[in-house]
């Protein structure tokens, strides 16, 4: 898990135009906001936030739809983030 946490860590979230990104935003502000509460969920629902959970900020894009890379840890199964489709950057 440590391992993977400094890999996801270590991805840079950017804006689709530059070069240097690794990982773009996601598609709308309501996407976004739909990634924000399945974190919320996770965490209410017992996982553990290993790396990331909030926003991005990319300099020059303050309006952008962007996420950080997010691992959780302490995953069942039976927990929503375990059960449904996320369609952002969390992996639980």
Request: proline residues 5%; negative net charge.
């Amino acid at each position: 898990m440590s391992e993977l946490a400094k890999r996801a860590d270590r991805i840079r979230v950017g804006a689709a135009e530059d070069p240097a990104s690794d990982m773009v935003p996601v598609i709308s502000q309501s996407q976004l906001d739909t990634v924000e509460r399945y974190v919320t969920v996770g965490r209410e629902e017992g996982a553990d936030v290993v790396t990331g959970g909030e926003r991005a900020v990319v300099e020059g894009h303050d309006r952008g739809f962007y996420f950080q890379p997010t691992i959780f840890g302490g995953v069942d199964n039976s927990m929503r983030i375990a059960q449904e489709e996320i369609f952002g950057p969390v992996l639980p």
